[in-house]
């Protein structure tokens, strides 16, 4: 394996994780200045916040089709120009529904980005690392997201004022532009290429880069396993019945995701916190610090994955999650917000997200489908993931001044209880498998 060379092309194309880290996070710092320029109401106000989960939505669920037709290439340099307009778009809006509409073709691209970027990462990746390799898209989303939590409070620190969002939202525009630019540097996949266009020769020199010892035989296994493909289903459809196992798998493992609460904190972090007595200051800079533990045991996870497994990292970040879920629930029952004890469970809360879900969910989705369906596949999973994000989003504003922190906290920890005994009965383990060994392993045939 050229080590180099495969981890020069997935550090770029996780250029688009870090644009989707920081697109999803940089509104927490922004939503309340927004909130009072445009006078909105509590409606209005949750609207504007998921407008862009909305958009998320949309382009996960559509982001198979240019991944599948232009290539896995094309889509991400157009998920780039996406970033670069959203970004300039929404910092310079003076009208409300303008701003809806910017923010809402960035979540097209977090959405698109979602799908295509685990999927171009696995089919370029060997089994030995393909783990830590796709877990580079995750690692940049935290690294996304802790970077907006600190431009948000040096922001707010230096600048200040009522159109500081605006420099938040914009600052943007610098990534976005370099991952432009820096994705004229990486091939299309060779998976992509021998299966939509049967470029054999085109598809044989990525893979002689990729492992130069054996390209050959890689190339073979892909073709026949193409050709097998082929003759056991007249379509592509994920509604074939060989694939419901992994659609299934697919489905579970987004929902979790997002019923854990995950979006829920991520959004209204300083929110959360000035629930709690700290000030605006304070909550942000608490904030931050939520960044920097999801960044930190996300790295960790990098050197996890590929040595104790997907299922393992589930089990341990599962068990976390349910107490210290119930440990904030427990606090707001007491209403006990003495001392740092949120701050603490809530760290420690995204220090077990980081290590389990935040590290598992796009590896093990972009490893569980077939090559001729993975971005169909990537496409299910990245739609249930932003669709549930959505909901929780919108529906957190309310649920917290109608039943409490306490109760809703409480549902997310009942739900970490499901996912639990999901992981511990269902979930396989695909840690050193190829792709096609682990479609032999989950597809009917």
């Not at 427990?330 to 220090?351: E, N």
């Not at 077990?352 to 489908?369: D, K, L, P």
Request: charge should be positive.
């Amino acid at each position: 394996m050229n080590k180099k060379k495969v981890l020069l092309w997935s550090i770029v194309v996780a250029l688009g994780g870090f644009l989707f880290g920081f697109d999803t996070a940089v509104i927490s710092g922004a939503e309340e200045s927004i909130q009072q320029y445009w006078h909105l109401s509590a409606f209005e106000h949750g609207f504007t916040v998921s407008i862009a989960l909305i958009g998320t939505i949309i382009g996960a669920l559509t982001g198979s089709i240019p991944s599948d037709r232009l290539g896995r290439k094309k889509t991400l340099v157009f998920i780039a120009i996406t970033y670069l307009i959203a970004s300039v778009g929404s910092a310079i809006s003076t009208n409300w529904y303008a701003f809806l509409v910017f923010r809402f073709i960035g979540g097209l691209g977090v959405g698109a980005s979602s799908v295509t970027a685990p999927v171009y990462i696995s089919e370029i990746s060997p089994p030995a690392y393909r783990g830590r390799l796709v877990m580079m898209f995750q690692f940049n989303v935290v690294f996304g997201i802790l970077i907006s939590y600190f431009s948000n409070y040096l922001i707010g620190q230096l600048v200040g004022g009522e159109s500081s969002w605006r420099l938040m939202l914009g600052i943007q525009a610098v990534p976005s532009f370099l991952f432009l630019v820096l994705l004229r540097f990486v091939p299309e996949t060779p998976r992509w290429l021998i299966l939509k266009k049967n470029k054999l020769d085109a598809a044989r020199a990525v893979l002689k880069i990729i492992n130069a010892d054996e390209y050959e035989s890689e190339l073979q296994a892909i073709v026949e396993n193409n050709k097998e493909e082929h003759a056991t289903t007249s379509s592509d459809s994920l509604l074939s019945k060989k694939y419901r196992f992994p659609v299934f798998l697919a489905v579970c493992f987004a929902m979790f995701n997002q019923v854990s609460g995950i979006n829920a904190i991520i959004y209204y972090a300083p929110r959360i916190f000035e629930m709690t007595g700290l000030g605006r200051q304070s909550s942000l800079l608490s904030t931050a610090g939520i960044g920097i533990v999801n960044f930190t045991f996300t790295l960790i996870a990098i050197n996890f994955i590929d040595k104790i497994g997907r299922r393992t990292l589930m089990l341990i970040g599962s068990l976390g999650l349910i107490v210290t879920l119930g440990m904030v629930s427990l606090t707001f029952y007491r209403q006990d917000f003495s001392g740092f004890g949120i701050i603490v469970y809530l760290m420690v809360y995204i220090a077990f997200f980081a290590f389990s879900q935040g590290a598992v969910i796009w590896v093990f989705i972009s490893e569980i489908f077939p090559n001729n369906v993975r971005a169909k596949g990537q496409t299910l999973g990245s739609f249930t993931h932003w669709f549930m994000a959505a909901v929780i989003a919108f529906s957190f504003p309310v649920l917290a001044e109608k039943l409490g922190g306490g109760n809703t906290f409480l549902f997310f920890s009942v739900m970490m209880v499901l996912q639990l005994l999901f992981v511990w009965k269902i979930m396989p383990e695909t840690k050193g498998k190829s792709l096609e060994q682990i479609e032999r392993t989950l597809v009917l045939h």
